[in-house]
């Protein structure tokens, strides 16, 4: 691979993670918080306004934006095609991030999936 190539491959990563911290922080934001049934506007206005309380929400946002500005500094460097399948690697950190950190079962067919993910990232980076 090309220096320059190894690179945005680096910057692709650091946009993966990025984008992987940034569910994470979303999704333990929300978890944080409960909308009881029935739904109404009322609540819905309610939980809104204590889910931009949560300053993981706020966190999120900053590794949101980080990964936009690096992704637009990478898309003005290669052909979209292979910076957002290198990109994938997203779906694999998120699948890591939901077991090890949230905790959340994943199962066999989704590890299987990840697995094709990873063998698809490699021949794409190879291309």
């Known amino acids: ?3 320059g190539l190894f690179f945005i491959f680096f910057l692709i990563v650091i946009t993966s993670i990025c984008d992987t911290v940034n569910q994470l922080f979303l999704k333990s934001a929300i978890n944080s918080l ?3 049934s029935p739904i109404t506007v009322k609540k819905i206005i309610k939980f809104l306004i204590d889910l931009v309380r ?3 929400v706020w966190i999120s946002f900053f590794f949101s ?3 936009l ?3 637009l500094f ?3 460097r290669v052909d979209l095609n292979f910076a957002f ?3 994938s690697m997203t779906y694999i950190f998120i699948a890591c991030g939901s077991k090890f950190i949230l905790k959340e079962k994943v199962g066999l067919k989704r590890w299987s999936g990840t697995v094709f993910i990873i063998i698809g990232i490699i021949l794409v980076s190879l291309s």
Request: aromatic share 4%; net charge neutral.
């Open 54 to 56: 949560v300053p993981r």
């Open 85 to 87: 399948s290198i990109d």
């Open 69 to 71: 500005c690096i992704w």
């Open 65 to 67: 934006v980080l990964s």
């Open 34 to 36: 409960s909308l009881s």
């Open 1 to 3: 691979m090309k220096e």
């Open 74 to 76: 990478v898309l003005s």
